[in-house]
């Protein structure tokens, strides 16, 4: 039988076509042919790390973009309601709240102006005094009083910072803070300036706190046909606005009610916003849209302002 042989030279010329390998120590060799395989998972490995930073990058691009401008003011010194109360508080149900503060309305007290203002605690316990016994309301109706010195009293309890349901303005207590100037502005009368900057400074922080333009217009909800709209009605009104501008009144008063466009541009300028007409609407969406009410109208707002 005839046995078929490799030729000679065969296997020399396979190691003469591959030139330098046969030189190369056997652990090397091992390695260089395992090179495929490494380069391929490395391949994968720089795959998936690609994929993964490309998804990291595509769900940030919020994150890299400026945000908007906040329109805030600081907070001014307010005295709490227990420094001017003290033993005259008396048993009141629990504060009701807001979900937001949309505007302000600026009151006067309708009291003397020749006060000493050492004397501001006193006249606010007698004002407490007169609307929570003669007129039986559950608490004093404004959020805030204001003196002619430009300080700044807590009024209605319930948390400076929180949306205070108050009882100030009738048809338009909610979503609204109240703040009353001590003392009768009505025509010819003087507007102190330390009381003008103080309603200002109070009016840019809490409108701050949602947003809110002070020199814009804002939609709210009369819950009140007492008010100067029926209720149910949205009535277009400043978002810094005097008690004559959402009820038949003359507060607060026409003195007062003339230095309303300078509180609002000085405001607004404590807000850091630009200086320039009135902005329209406010830019924060909620507090031109007015919604469905928190809570219904109870009894004691009845008397006054809900």
């Known amino acids: 039988?005839?046995?078929l042989r490799r030729r000679r030279g065969t296997r020399r010329r396979r190691a003469a076509g591959t030139p330098g390998i046969a030189t190369v120590p056997r652990a090397a060799r091992l390695l260089l042919g395992c090179l495929p395989g490494v380069a391929?998972?490395?391949a994968l490995v720089l795959c998936a790390h690609g994929v993964e930073h490309a998804a990291e990058t595509g769900a940030r691009p919020a994150a890299d973009r400026p945000a908007a401008m906040a329109?805030?003011?600081?907070?001014p010194h307010i005295v709490p309601r227990s420094q001017w109360l003290g033993d005259a508080a008396r048993r009141q149900p629990?504060?009701?709240?807001d979900d937001r503060v949309a505007a302000v309305f600026v009151h006067h007290t309708d009291s003397p102006n020749g006060y000493d203002c050492a004397d501001v605690p006193r006249i606010l316990r007698d004002l407490y005094t007169g609307q929570t016994g003669t007129r039986d309301w559950d608490d004093i109706g404004y959020n805030f009083v204001v003196d002619r010195c430009g300080t700044v009293y807590e009024g209605r309890a319930g948390g400076v910072e929180r949306a205070v349901t108050g009882a100030h303005t009738q048809g338009f207590n909610h979503r609204t803070t109240g703040i009353a100037a001590l003392g009768t502005f009505t025509a010819?009368?003087?507007v102190p300036r330390a009381m003008i900057h103080a309603i200002a400074a109070l009016s840019a922080w809490k409108l701050g706190l949602t947003g809110t333009d002070p020199r814009a217009r804002v939609r709210l909800v009369s819950s009140n046909g007492l008010s100067r709209y029926a209720?149910?009605?949205a009535a277009e009104l400043p978002a810094l606005a005097g008690h004559n501008d959402g009820y038949m009144t003359s507060c607060p008063g026409a003195a007062l009610h003339a230095r309303l466009p300078e509180i609002r541009q000085l405001a607004a300028r404590l807000q850091g916003r630009p200086a320039g007409p009135q902005e329209g609407h406010s830019r924060r969406a909620g507090a031109s849209d007015p919604g469905a009410l928190p809570s219904t109208p109870q009894s004691a707002d009845r008397r006054w302002g809900s």
């Open 1 to 3: 039988m005839r046995v």
């Open 40 to 42: 391929a998972v490395a």
């Open 71 to 75: 329109y805030t003011a600081p907070r």
């Open 94 to 97: 629990r504060p009701r709240y």
């Open 188 to 190: 010819g009368m003087p």
């Open 231 to 233: 209720a149910g009605t």
